[in-house]
C-alpha cells in the first residue's frame, strides 16, 4: 500500500468515526443520565492545577453513553493525528 492510499484509508476512516460522534452527540439514547453532564463535570474537575486534559479523564466516573461518546472521541483525536501524519508521509519531497 502506497503512503497516498494508506492517507486516504486513514482519512475516510477518521471521516466516519466524526460522523458517528456527531451522531451520537445528538441522539436521545446517548444522552448524559445525570442533569449535569458528566463530562462537563469531569472537565471542570482540576489536574495539578489546571482544567484536566481529555485525555486524562477516568471514563469510570462517567455514564455509559458519556463513557462511549468519551472513546469516540478520543480514537477521533488520534485517527485525527494519525491522518495528519500520513498525509504529511504521503506529501512527495519537492527539489529532488
Same mark, same amino acid.
Given at each position: 500500500?502506497?503512503?497516498?492510499?494508506?492517507?486516504?484509508?486513514?482519512?475516510?476512516?477518521?471521516?466516519?468515526?466524526?460522523?458517528?460522534?456527531?451522531?451520537?452527540?445528538?441522539?436521545? &439514547?446517548?444522552?448524559?443520565?445525570?442533569?449535569?453532564?458528566?463530562?462537563?463535570? #469531569?472537565? @471542570?474537575?482540576?489536574? =495539578? /492545577?489546571?482544567?484536566?486534559?481529555?485525555?486524562?479523564?477516568?471514563?469510570?466516573?462517567?455514564?455509559?453513553?458519556?463513557?462511549?461518546?468519551?472513546?469516540?472521541?478520543? &480514537?477521533?483525536?488520534?485517527?485525527?493525528?494519525?491522518?495528519?501524519?500520513?498525509? #504529511?508521509? @504521503?506529501?512527495?519531497? =519537492? /527539489?529532488?
Amino acid at each position: 500500500m502506497t503512503p497516498s492510499e494508506k492517507a486516504e484509508k486513514i482519512s475516510a476512516t477518521a471521516g466516519q468515526v466524526r460522523t458517528l460522534c456527531e451522531t451520537l452527540n445528538r441522539h436521545e &439514547a446517548f444522552q448524559c443520565e445525570e442533569q449535569s453532564s458528566c463530562i462537563q463535570k #469531569e472537565k @471542570a474537575r482540576r489536574f =495539578r /492545577g489546571r482544567l484536566r486534559p481529555l485525555q486524562l479523564f477516568h471514563p469510570d466516573r462517567l455514564c455509559s453513553p458519556c463513557r462511549a461518546y468519551w472513546f469516540l472521541s478520543m &480514537a477521533s483525536v488520534e485517527l485525527d493525528s494519525l491522518e495528519r501524519a500520513a498525509l #504529511e508521509q @504521503a506529501k512527495p519531497i =519537492r /527539489g529532488t
